[in-house]
């Protein structure tokens, strides 16, 4: 029973979904016309879907390398423990960032709540701090060799859809660490400074790392936020910061990130204040 509950809630989660793109495309359709809304239809499917297929196809690829590898050795008598460990584990990290992948794209295509509540930064921030290095430490990480600065003040309130901003900057600070990675995916010191003031009736929050920074090539590129594309190798799914710029920009606000090789990274953000916010300062 409990199963089927689940099964009908999730479906029920996918036709909303499904009705609320329809929902949007027709008012393309009719606020820009039609060949307007077709346009939109196949952008979106060449980004998307199109980029994730890609992504889709250099994991399944050499993951059936693998398995045929290891069925080679089996065949052949070889049961060599060593051999049969590696060739597993190169799958499941393989699997693992699959997992990771399909994720991201359900998340990047589901339509975002329009429903706000008053929320307080600080917490939203700490809690997004908190998956991060809880993250790091699952996957034998520690994010302990990693210098953490925070200063938001506690009274600032937002109106928000408090998942989608605590998504949001978990992916931010996610990619602050990542940039004080090495090679082999641990971290090498350097430090991630989380700061918000409040300027008129908005509050700009920065995520400053010191990490490699990025060459102007890459920089203009990653500008773009066009899900699926990655300068992090084989770590990361490129859906990252453009569900974090998405979920901001839902909010009323602004997305900017700034690089410089050997210097590192700066992501700047705004987001409105509630009406009173400044009073409970």
Do not use: C, W
């Not at 009908?8 to 393309?28: F, H, N, S």
């Not at 398995?67 to 584990?89: P, Y």
């Amino acid at each position: 029973m409990d199963r089927r509950r689940r099964g009908q809630k999730e479906a029920g989660r996918k036709k909303r979904g499904i009705d609320q793109v329809l929902t949007d495309y027709t008012a393309m359709e009719r606020e820009h016309g039609r060949a307007a809304a077709d346009k939109a239809r196949r952008l979106h499917y060449d980004l998307l879907v199109g980029a994730t297929v890609h992504d889709l196809r250099a994991v399944v690829t050499p993951a059936k390398a693998n398995a045929t590898s290891l069925l080679d050795h089996l065949d052949e008598g070889n049961t060599d423990a060593k051999v049969l460990r590696e060739g597993l584990e190169k799958i499941a990290d393989r699997l693992e960032f699959m997992e990771r992948l399909l994720e991201d794209v359900r998340s990047y295509s589901q339509p975002l709540p329009t429903q706000r509540s008053r929320t307080r930064l600080a917490d939203m921030v700490a809690e997004a701090v908190g998956i991060v290095r809880d993250n790091m430490i699952a996957a034998q990480r520690d994010p302990a060799a990693v210098q953490l600065a925070v200063a938001v003040p506690e009274g600032v309130m937002l109106l928000a859809a408090r998942h989608q901003l605590v998504v949001a900057f978990t992916n931010i600070i996610k990619n602050a660490y990542e940039a004080l990675a090495d090679s082999a995916g641990q971290f090498r010191g350097g430090q991630v400074d989380i700061r918000a003031e409040l300027i008129a009736d908005e509050v700009r929050i920065t995520v400053r790392d010191t990490g490699v920074g990025l060459p102007p090539d890459e920089l203009r590129d990653l500008r773009q936020f066009i899900p699926g594309r990655t300068t992090k190798k084989n770590r990361g799914t490129g859906f990252g910061l453009p569900i974090a710029r998405r979920n901001i920009l839902a909010h009323g606000g602004t997305f900017d990130i700034d690089s410089v090789v050997e210097q590192g990274t700066t992501v700047t953000l705004t987001l409105p204040l509630t009406q009173d916010a400044e009073d409970e300062e």
